[in-house]
């Protein structure tokens, strides 16, 4: 069973621009959910969709969106970055919403660098 | 202050030591509670799952589970060179609180032959 998809895997983008990010879930799996990684704040959530919908968001700014598609597949996009947008996003995907931990599967993420 | 607070080392032991990693809290609405392990460039793979207070145990790993400490624990047994990595405790309320997992900032093993 193939695990959760994230592209690209790396890439540099100039301060100011925008970035959009790709990730397939597991199959079947209608949770998708998003946190950035970077060395100094670890691992924040950023938001989650389930059938489409937002259903939880964190404390990032609204520079940072998201969408769901029908096919479970979510995609999420910064606009006008900053050099403090470098850092890991990673794609986490579960079964069902609300459950407890041992359902949710993380990807190997994608590298952004702003520069 | 953070929800969850971790030592985030780094931390070198001997093969075959016995490894502690431990982490605090202070959100009570916590039930569930996580231990993933992050190899370097990789995403995190989840380890061990508690629900509440209580012990789990599984081949080398145990996690304690102390809610009324607000204090949770991975212990690592006959420590192997390939449990070299960053190890996140992860927690998250339930139902309520959908999929989100609020994780600690890591702890760094490096475990030397």
């Known amino acids: 069973k193939a695990g959760v998809t994230q592209t690209p895997r790396y890439l540099i983008k100039t301060r100011g621009q925008q970035v959009t990010l790709s990730c397939s879930p597991i199959s079947g799996h209608r949770s998708v959910s998003w946190y950035q990684q970077t060395p100094g704040q670890g691992l924040q959530f950023l938001f989650e969709?389930?059938?489409?919908?937002?259903?939880n968001k964190g404390n990032f700014p609204g520079r940072f969106s998201g969408r769901q598609f029908s096919n479970s597949r979510s995609e999420m996009n910064v606009s006008t970055l900053e050099l403090g947008d470098s850092a890991l996003y990673l794609c986490?995907?579960?079964?069902?919403?609300?459950?407890?931990?041992?359902?949710?599967?993380f990807g190997e993420g994608s590298w952004l660098t702003v520069v | 202050q953070k929800e969850v607070e971790q030592d985030p080392g780094p931390l070198s032991v001997p093969e075959g030591a016995i490894v502690s990693l431990n982490c605090t809290y202070s959100?009570?609405?916590?039930?569930?509670f996580m231990w993933y392990r992050q190899y370097s460039r990789k995403g995190p793979e989840l380890l061990m799952y508690t629900y509440s207070s209580g012990n789990k145990e599984d081949g080398r790993f145990t996690a304690q589970v102390d809610k009324s400490s607000k204090y949770i624990s991975l212990f690592i047994r006959d420590s192997q060179p390939s449990d070299s990595a960053t190890y996140l405790c992860?927690?998250?309320?339930?139902?309520?609180?959908?999929?989100?997992?609020?994780f600690g900032t890591g702890t760094q093993l490096k475990v030397e032959l």
């Open positions: 992860a927690m998250s309320v339930g139902a309520g609180g959908g999929n989100k997992l609020t």
């Open positions: 986490a995907s579960s079964a069902v919403q609300g459950v407890n931990g041992n359902t949710i599967y």
């Open positions: 969709y389930f059938s489409e919908t937002q259903r």
């Open positions: 959100n009570s609405a916590f039930q569930y």
